[in-house]
């Protein structure tokens, strides 16, 4: 008999796509229950074109103007099975946290942490506030990055499992 799967969620993650759009967004994404973008979308069609492959939740960046900072807030804060999240584009992560953000993520009990900005993949887990931090890097061609990369992973109950790293070539 094989396991039964009800609630498990398939989550697709990018960062800085700075308005550009890949078709591999389409390919490794085609498969999850939502996509997470956090922030410096740059063009609202990047938005429309990944909304279209799943539900998106989006945040706005620094980069982000006009349609994109209407439709996406700053920060984001939701649940998804067990699991607390909290989504920005400035965030820093555990050990340089940016100003305030430690004392948010403390007080509302967040269990998995995703921001953007700094072009840098991490993924790293916090010991002293209990929860996951994610940068998926950046997916899209500007900035200093030599590698574009996004994510995939499941939320199953509260476990976060199954984290694929995929670097976009090309």
Same mark, same amino acid.
């Given at each position: 008999?094989?396991? @039964?799967?009800?609630?498990?969620? #398939? +989550?697709?993650? *990018? ?6 759009? /890949?078709?591999?967004? !389409? ?14 979308i740059?063009?609202?069609? @990047?938005?429309?074109?990944?909304? #279209? +492959?799943?539900? *998106? ?6 980069? /982000?103007?006009?349609? !994109? ?13 067990d ?14 946290y ?73």
């Open positions: 008999m094989s396991p @039964i799967f009800l609630n498990m969620k #398939r +989550i697709g993650l *990018l960062s800085d796509t700075h308005s550009c759009w /890949d078709e591999k967004y !389409v390919t490794y994404f085609s498969g999850c229950d939502e996509i997470w973008h956090a922030g410096d740059g063009d609202i069609s @990047i938005v429309e074109r990944l909304e #279209r +492959i799943a539900p *998106l939740r989006a945040v706005s960046g620094n980069v /982000d103007h006009g349609f !994109v900072r209407q439709e996406c807030p700053a920060m984001m804060k939701f649940k998804v099975e699991v607390k999240v909290f989504m920005t584009h400035i965030g820093g992560y555990p050990g340089k940016s100003p305030g953000i430690k004392k948010l993520l403390r007080e509302n009990q967040i269990n998995l942490f995703i921001d953007g900005h700094s072009h840098i993949l991490k993924v790293i887990y916090d010991n002293e506030l209990n929860l996951l931090h994610i940068n998926p890097g950046a997916a899209g061609k500007q900035g200093w990055h030599n590698k574009r990369t996004i994510i995939r992973f499941v939320i199953d109950q509260e476990n976060i499992k199954d984290l694929e790293v995929i670097e976009l070539v090309g």
